[in-house]
């Protein structure tokens, strides 16, 4: 009994210290490949040679679509982040503000002189009205179209002031010296005559306006022109943007 113990006791002492040999040989192992191992080498930060150039604005403001190029004024002033697509003409002293879509891919879009379209319109043009009026839209001149509007294939004649958040359909007609009044749906094919404040959904006659009313649409393109212009001397045709991308560049060692 006690020369079978005595066996017992000697295999277990065995295998305890042939575990830790090895368990001392693979850390030992460990060691030397960590201490020996090289420095991967620092890679300096190199331009693909076929990148594209991108504007550094993120997005292109004027988009030519065939043979249609977007006209836009000398002093026109028209915010970095518009996009002016297609058949796009915009006037002399006239603005489009920032995050507009003016997109004439089906048909011709204006923008007369004075008149400023601002923050978040879309102005879209279908290829024909089913009314049979002109598919075109044009905003004529000293006309204010509130943030936020809808307008297809519409016409506003001039001195006009388009409420916020209002929708002109296909074929709608504002003749000159209307108000047409904040959230207002103008339907298809509808006209809303000369000198009267319309308003809701769909719009309907509201009253008629006043003679200083009337003189007061004009002043108000006009203070908005001058505003632009404040805007307009602010910004460069590519903004100054590229001025921190080189700056960039090189604290990255990229040659400029």
């Known amino acids: 009994?006690?020369?079978?113990?005595?066996?017992?006791?000697?295999?277990?002492?065995?295998?305890?210290?042939?575990?830790?040999?090895?368990?001392?040989?693979?850390?030992?192992?460990?060691?030397?490949?960590?201490?020996?191992?090289?420095?991967?080498?620092?890679?300096?930060?190199?331009?693909?040679?076929?990148?594209?150039?991108?504007?550094?604005?993120?997005?292109?403001?004027?988009?030519?679509?065939?043979?249609?190029?977007?006209?836009?004024?000398?002093?026109?002033?028209?915010?970095?982040?518009?996009?002016?697509?297609?058949?796009?003409?915009?006037?002399?002293?006239?603005?489009?503000?920032?995050?507009?879509?003016l997109r004439g891919d089906l048909n011709k879009i204006t923008v007369g002189f004075c008149s400023n379209v601002q923050e978040r319109c879309v102005v879209h043009a279908a290829w024909s009205s089913p009314t049979g009026l002109p598919a075109m839209t044009l905003i004529d001149r000293y006309v204010t179209v509130g943030a936020y509007s809808l307008l297809r294939s519409c016409t506003i004649e001039p001195e006009c002031i388009i409420g916020q958040h209002s929708i002109l359909m296909e074929g709608s007609l504002v003749e000159t010296r209307s108000i047409l009044e904040a959230g207002s749906v103008v339907p298809p094919g509808r006209r809303i005559p000369s000198g009267e404040l319309w308003g809701g959904n769909p719009a309907r006659f509201i009253r008629t306006l006043t003679n200083e009313e009337t003189l007061e649409i004009p002043k108000l393109a006009v203070a908005i022109n001058h505003l632009s212009g404040d805007y307009f001397s602010e910004f460069l045709p590519y903004s100054t943007a590229y001025l921190e991308v080189e700056k960039f560049k090189k604290s990255l060692g990229i040659a400029v």
């Open 1 to 101: 009994m006690a020369t079978s113990l005595a066996r017992i006791s000697k295999r277990g002492v065995t295998s305890a210290l042939s575990s830790n040999l090895i368990r001392r040989y693979f850390a030992a192992e460990a060691v030397a490949v960590a201490t020996t191992e090289t420095p991967k080498p620092k890679s300096d930060v190199t331009p693909s040679p076929d990148r594209v150039k991108w504007d550094y604005r993120g997005q292109r403001q004027i988009i030519p679509l065939g043979q249609w190029l977007p006209k836009v004024a000398v002093d026109a002033y028209v915010a970095p982040n518009v996009v002016l697509a297609g058949q796009v003409t915009v006037w002399d002293g006239s603005s489009v503000w920032n995050g507009s879509v």
